[in-house]
């Protein structure tokens, strides 16, 4: 009899735990609603409504651009590299500079997990990243085509634009969910309620509603990854065109290629008893490739060479 009861007691204590994660889901859903009746009546009309919209989100790309880049330098523990210190790269830089539309930018130092370098903020306040390995590993003409590519990067403002594409796209994705959260959370309450009133809390996603919930942000992951899938798809598109702009200034395509194939090949796991254990660029799947942000290394070497083996772009450098 005790027993019976002690069940009893458990299901009524569940039943209102239910109650109340459903009270507590509604009592959202009616916030939600009630900032968006709000929203509806102060909204400045269709235009304004698009330039508020428009204007958080370069504000928060700005702001998170700013923030993100002090940051990573900061993680870095980067040192700026003295004009003393290396005038043959500078002397290189400043010819670089008058060629293209870009304004002097910073050179930092960093000891980076593998030789690479990049570059940061914009035509007119960059910075440029080099590994210390590099001057190890490259020649002054292939140092100078890796420099060009980082100076092509600023003056197309690329990882600017980059991030305000993803702060675009978080704001309109934070819209979209106040928007549909006035139905989104009772749902959600109503399916989690179910499944503690059935004494199984965790099988919410199987009651009808939870799945159609489960549908529902299926769709938004959907979303979100091909939104993602755009903006790495433009990120080597502009890999490329840093390529070709680099070559273009140089005239020195080869140079560049070397350069891409040294970074590759120290880059690349030891040789050995355990080399079969490490992963390499060359056991990534599609989809892997489809979500890098840069093209393979192998694609962008063979561009350039074909690039340096036409004469029609060989005599346009020389000329530029």
């Known amino acids: 009899m005790s027993v019976a009861r002690a069940g009893n007691g458990t299901r009524l204590l569940m039943a209102l735990v239910g109650l109340a994660v459903l009270v507590w889901y509604l ?12 929203l509806r009546v102060t909204a ?13 989100a370069v504000v928060g790309g700005v702001l998170s651009y700013r ?11 980067a040192v700026e590299l003295p004009r003393s210190h290396a005038p043959g790269l500078f002397r290189r830089l400043d010819r670089l500079e008058s060629r293209m539309d870009v304004d002097s930018p910073t050179v930092l130092l960093a000891r980076l997990p ?3 370098a990049f570059a940061l903020g914009t035509a007119g306040n960059g910075t440029i990243v080099l590994d210390r390995s590099l001057f190890r590993l490259l020649s002054p003409d292939e140092l100078e085509a890796l420099v060009a590519h980082e100076l092509a990067h600023l003056e197309r403002y690329d ?16 819209l979209g969910f106040l928007v549909l959260a006035p139905v989104l959370l009772p749902i959600a309450g109503i399916a989690r309620a179910v499944a503690w009133l059935r004494g199984r809390p965790g099988s919410w996603q199987r009651t009808a509603f939870g799945r159609l919930l489960v549908v529902l942000e299926s769709g938004a992951v959907f979303a979100f990854l091909a939104v993602t899938l755009l903006v790495r798809a433009h990120s080597r598109r502009q890999e490329y065109a840093a390529d070709d702009r680099a070559a ?21 796991p030891p040789r050995g008893l355990l080399a079969p254990l490490y992963v390499t660029p060359d056991d990534e799947g599609a989809l892997s490739r489809l979500l890098s942000t840069h093209p ?7 561009r350039l060479l074909e690039r340096a083996r036409d004469p029609d772009e060989t005599v346009s ?4």
Do not use: C, H
């Open 317 to 320: 450098a020389t000329a530029g």
């Open 27 to 38: 009592a959202l859903a009616a916030v939600s609603y009630w900032v968006l009746s709000v």
């Open 114 to 116: 593998m030789p690479n």
């Open 296 to 302: 393979s290394t192998d694609d962008r070497i063979e």
């Open 159 to 174: 990882a600017f634009v980059q991030t305000l594409a993803y702060s675009g796209f978080r704001t309109l994705a934070g």
């Open 248 to 268: 273009a200034v140089t005239g020195k395509p080869v140079s560049l290629a070397r350069a891409l194939r040294r970074i590759q090949r120290a880059a690349e």
């Open 67 to 77: 923030f993100g880049t002090s940051q990573l330098l900061s993680s870095l523990e």
């Open 44 to 56: 400045p009309g269709p235009l304004g409504t698009l330039a508020l919209i428009v204007t958080v």
